[in-house]
């Protein structure tokens, strides 16, 4: 027994012993916070200040310092999220986390980011490129002091690559990949779609919204009545049934960003809100910072959100111009037909045969040997994988494929001075079409698309694919900033996008539809901005928590005046059902009952009138939610007219099409919670902001992962929160007034689990409250010394 009892603690002691080594080898790769530190590029002394929540101060003698000190640390508390970006725009996350990333790899080496980021660096100009190799610089310093590699490469068992200029334009191809992801299945969906209907059917299913009008320039749409003709063959029977039959509204789950001038401001003053919506994870996506320099034209004081792999604010204020970004959701991409010849190696291009590049990409694999995976390319494009017509291939025209697509030229925001500098910087800036709202300390305000528009001749239709083989249809080049789109100085004093269309005419057609929002929440936004004359920063943060749930009000009276009927409710125990409803679906509260009850009715409906073409779609490899439809435009005008022409053939009248709605989404709610009580909208709709390795290691979850509630808010409503997607951050700034501003991000600062920020925010984050724009004062300094 003596010798059991020693043995046991010989082992306990042993397991004590290490557990302290693990965990001391976990606190070596915390970012030091304060003291001296070497970083032999900078050209003078620089200084990383920290407030209470990791709130980053990096005051430098020029900007290329800055961005050495900001690289420096960006690799110390972010380096794997900016690895995992870079691996995964370049398809080289197999080389980290083993075969089961192939497929996703393979997918990625279609558009050979990482060739194309090595071509685009050697054409930056000199300033940008200045700017990049300060950055690398420093990123590579900061990982190199750390006393330990990140927690993460310990589970992985493997070592962190050092950083390369290349990297940095990879983790900008990953917000082209998150923020235009189509890539291409759009047009091929809807060239399936339109060989498959009658005109005026294709036309009505894919009319933009003329109930959701929200366009700031106060054009309107017309509505496509309901064909008179019967429901056509492809929409009535269902051929394959659809695995997954899920509905989108919106190409994304979309972004805010909205904009008083001066006459709507309080105290004279332009202030912009910005809310842009992402997949929310641990680490989040943004990293906050402020950053001080001098340089010939005087002090500079920038503020606002930083990207982890990237040396630029992305949106933020100056002190003399404020600006924020939504994703237009505009068409960047084009298809091409490519006209084969008989052995497929051939493409048809004017008056000649063009053979296919070839390009070997070999994939590396943890654990495994290397793998080779061809690329064919065409000289408008890589071949999709995605099957084509006999004798034909699709060929992708892509903006994010072209040098115009990917630069550094955002920098110059950073010393803007009015909204004229900021519109005219935009059109040449490489990165993925975003909607520019921009302020100035005078009280200007703007809007223009910021990115590279290409110039499209001879096309026709540009959502479907195009033959491209004589020459008539082509891009010609990229527009210059003249013409490209603009709304300055509007006569309302009021700007607001949110990812549906935004403008009319000439300049809707130039940006195109990439799979514009339904506008509900754009309406729902300009309308709170137009119910008051002026509004201060925190009623523009209540605009962005505003979770009324608008959109679903006349499903609400669809569904409890024509469906639940007393006798269909007294025959199916319905009582308790039309009580939630009556009682809490007027918004997306995390405790309403009524909200999720409707929400699923809406979607179950219209799921069942357009199974048929979801199953069609799908035996040709799409989805339904890869067409750029809007299901809620057509959909809600066939139950209104209700004719028995227009029914799909698994229902005999439209009230059982209704009533059967109800039954299938209740009795699923049941089978997920158990009771109606149970089934609210908070426990459908949690948190879920994940660390990517706890899903491999779910014992670690609890330490990884950011704290879950359920939460206020959905798709068609300005405070979006939809199952993992959500506001990224909440910014709210006037430009010289930064002291009165707002600026929170979800989870933290810091993407190491044991450092006091990796939390920061996420509290007032999670409960809507706002935090200072500007960092508190300073608890941590760390001196950066050639």
Same mark, same amino acid.
Request: net charge neutral; with cysteine.
């Given at each position: 027994m003596t010798w059991l009892k020693r043995i046991l603690g010989g082992l306990l002691l042993l397991v004590l012993l290490l557990a302290l080594a693990l965990w001391l080898l976990l606190r070596a790769s915390l970012a030091p916070l304060d003291g001296d530190r070497a970083l032999a590029a900078?050209?003078?002394?620089?200084?990383?200040?920290?407030?209470?929540?990791?709130?980053?101060?990096?005051?430098?003698?020029?900007?290329?310092?800055?961005?050495?000190?900001?690289?420096?640390?960006?690799?110390?508390?972010?380096?794997? /999220?900016?690895?995992?970006?870079?691996?995964?725009a370049a398809g080289e996350l197999s080389a980290l986390v083993g075969p089961k990333a192939l497929p996703l790899d393979k997918a990625r080496r279609t558009h050979r980011f990482r060739h194309r980021a090595e071509q685009g660096i050697a054409g930056l100009p000199a300033d940008e490129r200045a700017l990049l190799d300060a950055y690398v610089n420093g990123v590579n310093a900061g990982l190199a002091a750390l006393s330990a590699r990140p927690p993460e490469y310990l589970l992985l068992r493997q070592q962190p690559q050092p950083w390369v200029a290349a990297d940095t334009v990879l983790v900008a191809y990953g917000m082209y990949l998150d923020l235009q992801g189509a890539q291409g299945r759009d047009d091929i969906a809807m060239g399936v779609l339109h060989d498959a209907?009658?005109?005026?059917?294709?036309?009505?299913?894919? /009319?933009?919204?003329?109930?959701?009008?929200?366009?700031?320039?106060?054009?309107?749409?017309?509505?496509?009545?309901?064909?008179?003709?019967?429901?056509?063959?492809?929409?009535?029977?269902?051929?394959?049934?659809?695995?997954?039959?899920?509905?989108?509204?919106?190409?994304?789950?979309?972004?805010?960003?909205?904009?008083?001038?001066?006459?709507?401001?309080s105290d004279n003053r332009a202030i912009v809100a910005d809310d842009m919506h992402l997949g929310l994870r641990a680490p989040g996506t943004w990293f906050k910072a402020r950053m001080r320099w001098k340089d010939a034209a005087g002090s500079h004081d920038v503020a606002g959100v930083t990207l982890p792999g990237a040396p630029l604010l992305v949106v933020g204020s100056n002190g003399h111009v404020a600006w924020g970004f939504t994703n237009t959701t505009s068409d960047w991409a084009d298809v091409v037909r490519l006209k084969l010849n008989a052995a497929g190696t051939h493409y048809r291009s004017g008056s000649v045969e063009k053979p296919l590049q070839r390009a070997v990409e070999r994939i590396e694999v943890a654990g495994e040997a290397p793998v080779d995976h061809v690329v064919l390319e065409s000289e408008w494009g890589p071949v999709l994988p995605q099957k084509a017509p006999a004798g034909e291939a699709y060929a992708l025209r892509w903006v994010a494929h072209d040098r115009e697509g990917m630069n550094l030229r955002l920098m110059h925001m950073e010393t803007a001075v009015t909204v004229d500098d900021a519109v005219q910087l935009a059109a040449g800036a490489g990165m993925p079409a975003q909607n520019l709202l921009v302020a100035d300390e005078t009280g200007r305000i703007a809007w223009t698309v910021i990115g590279a528009m290409p110039r499209r001749v001879g096309t026709d239709d540009m959502d479907l694919p195009q033959d491209w083989s004589d020459g008539r249809s082509r891009w010609q080049g990229y527009l210059p900033a003249a013409e490209q789109p603009r709304i300055v100085d509007p006569a309302d004093g009021r700007l607001w996008t949110a990812n549906s269309r935004m403008v009319g005419g000439a300049a809707m057609k130039l940006m195109g539809n990439g799979g514009w929002d339904v506008g509900a929440r754009g309406q729902q936004i300009r309308d709170a901005l137009r119910a008051q004359e002026r509004l201060d920063e925190a009623g523009l943060h209540a605009i962005q928590l505003d979770h009324r749930a608008l959109f679903h009000q006349r499903w609400r009276e669809?569904?409890?005046?024509?469906?639940?009927?007393?006798?269909?409710?007294?025959?199916?125990?319905?009582?308790?059902?039309?009580?939630?409803?009556?009682?809490?679906?007027?918004?997306?509260?995390?405790?309403?009952?009524?909200?999720?009850?409707?929400?699923?009715?809406?979607?179950?409906?219209?799921?069942?009138?357009?199974?048929?073409?979801?199953?069609?779609?799908?035996? /040709?490899?799409?989805?339904?939610?890869?067409l750029k439809m809007v299901p809620e435009n057509p959909g809600w005008a066939l139950i209104q007219a209700a004719r028995p022409d227009t029914l799909p053939a698994a229902f005999k009248t439209w009230p059982e099409l209704l009533q059967r709605a109800v039954l299938d989404s209740r009795q699923e709610l049941l089978r997920k919670y158990g009771s109606?009580?149970?089934?609210?909208?908070?426990?459908?709709?949690?948190?879920?902001?994940?660390?990517?390795?706890?899903?491999?290691?779910p014992a670690l979850s609890g330490w990884l992962d950011q704290a879950s509630q359920g939460m206020a808010g959905d798709s068609h409503m300005p405070r979006v929160h939809n199952h993992g997607h959500g506001q990224s951050e909440r910014m709210v700034v006037s430009p010289g007034h930064e002291e009165r501003g707002i600026l929170v991000i979800p989870g933290g600062q810091s993407g190491h689990p044991m450092s006091p920020f990796y939390r920061g925010d996420h509290a007032a984050w999670l409960a809507g409250e706002p935090l200072p724009f500007l960092p508190g004062e300073t608890v941590h300094r760390l001196a950066l010394r050639p």
């Open positions: 900078l050209s003078a002394p620089a200084e990383v200040q920290r407030d209470a929540r990791g709130y980053v101060t990096v005051t430098a003698e020029n900007r290329l310092d800055v961005a050495r000190a900001l690289g420096y640390v960006h690799a110390q508390e972010r380096f794997f /999220q900016m690895d995992l970006m870079r691996r995964n209907v009658p005109a005026d059917w294709y036309a009505f299913l894919t /009319q933009h919204s003329a109930d959701w009008q929200a366009a700031m320039d106060d054009s309107r749409m017309t509505a496509v009545p309901v064909p008179a003709s019967p429901l056509p063959d492809a929409l009535r029977t269902t051929r394959t049934a659809c695995s997954d039959c899920q509905l989108r509204d919106a190409r994304d789950i979309g972004s805010n960003n909205f904009a008083v001038a001066a006459a709507h401001g669809l569904l409890l005046t024509r469906v639940l009927t007393p006798e269909f409710v007294a025959a199916h125990g319905l009582a308790d059902y039309r009580a939630e409803i009556e009682k809490s679906s007027d918004a997306a509260r995390p405790d309403a009952v009524g909200y999720l009850l409707l929400r699923s009715f809406r979607l179950q409906a219209l799921k069942s009138l357009f199974a048929p073409l979801a199953g069609m779609l799908e035996a /040709q490899g799409l989805k339904l939610s890869d109606l009580a149970a089934a609210t909208w908070g426990a459908d709709n949690p948190t879920s902001m994940r660390h990517p390795l706890s899903l491999a290691v």
